[in-house]
């Protein structure tokens, strides 16, 4: 209970990557959507700085960087594109985005 | 001692901040709590040794992406109360703990193996010092591809955010450009 092992790091991430993915699952708004995917990524970005450092090995670390730089350009990238999707269509809720349904 | 009372007093105020940003109809609320969480986890990489990590976390995620988002929700209408999805709440629930089953199957699977070796072992230097040492080496083309990922990124943010991008002027006659500037001229002495 008050050693703090690999186990409660594993656990606590995995609880944190619960609660983004129920989030990516109930959210509506894209926005708020977003929001979800980072608790996601930095879920995994716990999970990876405590495997690193209970073996003693900097790959963990690297990844994590890795993480952090996929989830910046994702950002850039996913908001330019929601901004002209709301400058077009006034709104960002994902059940207008069914223009592809033949 | 101290390291289990940080690990739980941080663990609790980071899922709960999370809890409130999936969960809270305001989108500012989300936001708020979003930059708190991101702060609490940097907590946690000071623990296990991250400097660096802890660093780049509050740099990156609380500096550049929250700022980032605080500005894209300037366009957006964010005042409103946002709708959530009506759907089957089991499925909901089954799917995620489905999920978090799966991510602990992964993450204890190299555990339960024991053959593992550390591949680049600490040589005692500071955090930072080893990580510039592994980053520049061993994963040098990677940190490259991401810079240029990066640059990409950028440039695709600033040409999908910014106003009459599909204008250039080096591939305009010069007749077209004076007509431009007239009518921008027009519009401000109007």
Redesign the interface.
């Known amino acids: 209970?008050?050693?703090?092992g690999?186990?409660?790091?594993?656990?606590?991430?995995?609880?944190?990557?619960?609660?983004?993915?129920?989030?990516v699952?109930?959210?509506?708004?894209l926005?708020?959507l977003?929001?979800?995917t980072?608790?996601l990524l930095?879920a995994v970005?716990?999970?990876f700085?405590?495997?690193?450092?209970y073996?003693?090995?900097?790959?963990g670390?690297?990844f994590?960087?890795?993480v952090?730089?996929?989830?910046?350009?994702?950002?850039?990238?996913g908001?330019?594109?929601?901004?002209?999707w709301?400058?077009r269509n006034g709104?960002?809720?994902?059940d207008t985005m069914t223009s592809m349904r033949g | 001692?101290f390291?289990?009372i940080a690990?739980y007093l941080f663990?609790f105020l980071?899922?709960s901040m999370?809890?409130i940003?999936?969960t809270t109809s305001q989108?500012l609320h989300?936001?708020t709590a979003?930059a708190a969480?991101?702060i609490f986890?940097s907590a946690?990489?000071f623990i296990?040794?991250?400097d660096?990590?802890g660093a780049?976390?509050i740099i990156?995620?609380t500096g550049?992406?929250m700022a980032?988002?605080a500005f894209?929700?300037m366009?957006?209408?964010?005042t409103r109360d946002?709708?959530?999805?009506k759907?089957n709440k089991f499925i909901?629930?089954g799917?995620?703990?489905l999920?978090?089953i799966l991510?602990?199957a992964i993450?204890?699977a190299?555990?339960v193996s024991n053959n593992?070796v550390?591949?680049?072992?600490?040589v005692g230097a500071g955090n930072t010092q080893?990580?510039g040492m592994?980053?520049f080496t061993?994963?040098l083309i990677?940190f490259e591809v991401?810079a240029v990922?990066?640059l990409?990124?950028?440039v695709?943010?600033?040409?999908?955010?910014g106003k009459k991008m599909d204008l250039s002027l080096t591939l305009m006659d010069a007749d077209e450009i004076r007509k431009m500037n007239e009518e921008k001229n027009k519009k401000v002495l109007s």
């Open positions: 209970m008050m050693e703090i690999l186990n409660h790091y594993l656990v606590l991430s995995t609880i944190l990557f619960a609660i983004g993915l129920a989030g699952m109930r959210r509506k708004n926005l708020l977003f929001f979800a980072e608790i930095n970005n716990i999970a700085a405590a495997i690193s450092h073996y003693g090995d900097l790959t670390q690297m994590a960087f890795f952090i730089a996929i989830a910046a350009s994702e950002l850039a990238v908001l330019g594109l929601l901004i002209v709301f400058k709104t960002i809720d994902l | 001692m390291e289990a690990f663990a980071t899922i999370f809890y940003t999936v989108a989300a936001l979003l969480g991101m986890i946690f990489f296990l040794g991250a660096f990590l780049i976390q990156v995620y550049a992406v980032l988002y894209g929700m366009f957006f209408d964010t946002v709708k959530e999805k759907g909901v629930v799917m995620a703990t999920a978090a991510v602990v993450f204890s190299p555990i593992i550390a591949l680049y072992p600490s080893e990580v592994v980053l061993k994963y990677p991401a990922m990066l990409v990124a950028m695709a943010g600033i040409v999908l955010a």
